[in-house]
């Protein structure tokens, strides 16, 4: 019923992503962009009812190009590990190398992607490509349309952050960089996303272009379903389990940008302290030449500023490149979610609407028609997708922000001892003096 909590479903996987067809699927594989997008077989069991890029030089590696490397490479660098899935981990993906081009029609920075994996789905153990932030934004965007019932990791904003002028600067290159590595490895570690085949070209195609123009041509039937769901069907009641998903998401989204808000504030307010202890220290420097016996001294007090000012800049360059993009990342996520959420009500809707016409038609045991069952398939494959893409991360949040705050303690408490021994540093000068009367 819509009012009442679904029952618990099975988490979605690799392997029965690619044994089983997806019920948003037609009956046609060919139509489908890659044999990766079906629910577990436990679901089924639950059934009731762009732009044209540049080619660009970029020394050994032509950009937009693939390059294997040996397998003697992969096999004494690439260590199979376990996730915490206890699965063993064969793909790793990092971004890297940032590298500014400068066109005669635009400049633009571009990145370095290495993939080493033991997959079959690759032909090679390991490739080097190059790609500019328009085509992550690529990648993403055929990832919501292969893959409507899944929550796909957010991009880094594609504007400069707030109160930073310079996107082409060192800190806001490797800020982005440092976000773009962390949005392909969350999709690494996702057992159905991981293997779509839009991620595979966009890790390995030699020129991403000739995949990007065909546009609309690899919509999945999939894809389209959803995305054709309008607002025409009402939804009447959101399960229990899922409205208290939305309010979570909701709460949690004010929570961290009331956070953000805050800690910019905190972050400006500690450049304009900084500027001022820049401008405070060397007053006691040169108001020592004119002393005798407190010269020493006032150099240590000097000194001891210096330090302090020092201390105060690792800890603010720390917050602004560390601490906000972790929060900006998650209030994107929050979003994400929210936007499957939709979808998934949209679905419940429509089979509501579907379920009661087929209730209205004056037959004594009326037949359920396929396209009733078919939007069944729909909404239960949202609801296993979604709530396992939810449970992932939830632990990913819980793993990010207790890391992201005992760094934070542990930033804090070093420079608190920095300013403490700085200051108490002065003091034998001033007792030696002291003693010396």
Not at 197 to 217: C, P, V
Not at 282 to 293: H, I, K, N
């Amino acid at each position: 019923l819509p009012g009442s909590p679904p029952d618990a479903l099975p988490s979605t996987g690799p392997h029965s992503l690619r044994d089983m067809p997806h019920p948003l699927a037609g009956s046609s594989s060919e139509e489908a962009v890659g044999g990766d997008s079906t629910p577990s077989p436990d679901l089924l069991m639950a059934r009731s009812f762009g732009d044209k890029d540049l080619i660009l030089p970029n020394g050994g590696t032509p950009a937009g190009t693939s390059s294997p490397a040996s397998s003697s490479s992969l096999l004494n660098r690439l260590q199979l590990d376990d996730d915490i899935d206890g699965e063993t981990r064969d793909l790793f993906v990092i971004v890297d190398d940032p590298k500014k081009h400068v066109c005669t029609m635009e400049t633009y920075i571009t990145y370095r992607i290495t993939t080493k994996s033991t997959r079959v789905e690759f032909d090679l153990p390991e490739y080097s490509v190059r790609r500019r932030y328009q085509d992550f934004d690529w990648l993403r965007s055929k990832l919501e349309e292969s893959q409507p019932t899944h929550l796909i990791p957010p991009l880094p904003e594609k504007f400069v952050v707030k109160g930073v002028v310079d996107r082409f600067s060192e800190e806001f290159v490797e800020t982005r960089r440092k976000a773009l590595d962390k949005f392909l490895k969350r999709i690494t570690d996702h057992p159905v996303l991981s293997f779509n085949e839009h991620f595979n070209i966009f890790l390995t195609a030699k020129d991403l272009n000739a995949y990007k123009k065909q546009g609309i041509a690899l919509l999945t039937r999939m894809g389209e379903s959803v995305k054709h769901v309008t607002g025409g069907y009402k939804l009447r009641t959101r399960p229990l389990e899922f409205a208290a998903i939305g309010d979570y998401l909701d709460t949690f989204a004010l929570k961290l940008g009331t956070i953000d808000r805050i800690a910019q504030r905190i972050i400006k307010e500690e450049i304009e302290y900084l500027v001022e202890l820049r401008e405070y220290g060397p007053v006691y420097s040169t108001w020592s030449a004119l002393e005798g016996e407190l010269a020493e001294p006032l150099e240590g007090v000097s000194a001891c500023i210096g330090n302090c000012s020092t201390a105060l800049e690792e800890l603010t360059d720390d917050m602004t490149e560390d601490f906000l993009p972790v929060l900006r990342e998650y209030i994107l996520y929050s979003d994400s979610m929210k936007s499957v959420l939709k979808k998934r009500d949209q679905v419940q809707a429509e089979y509501e609407a579907k379920l009661e016409a087929v209730a209205l038609r004056k037959e004594d045991r009326p037949k359920v028609p396929a396209d009733v069952e078919k939007c069944q398939d729909r909404m239960e494959c949202f609801n296993a997708d979604l709530k396992a893409d939810m449970e992932r991360w939830q632990n990913n949040k819980r793993q990010d922000f207790r890391q992201l705050l005992m760094g934070m303690a542990d930033k804090n408490i070093q420079y608190y001892e920095k300013c403490l021994m700085a200051w108490e540093s002065i003091i034998p000068l001033l007792q030696e003096k002291q003693e010396a009367k």
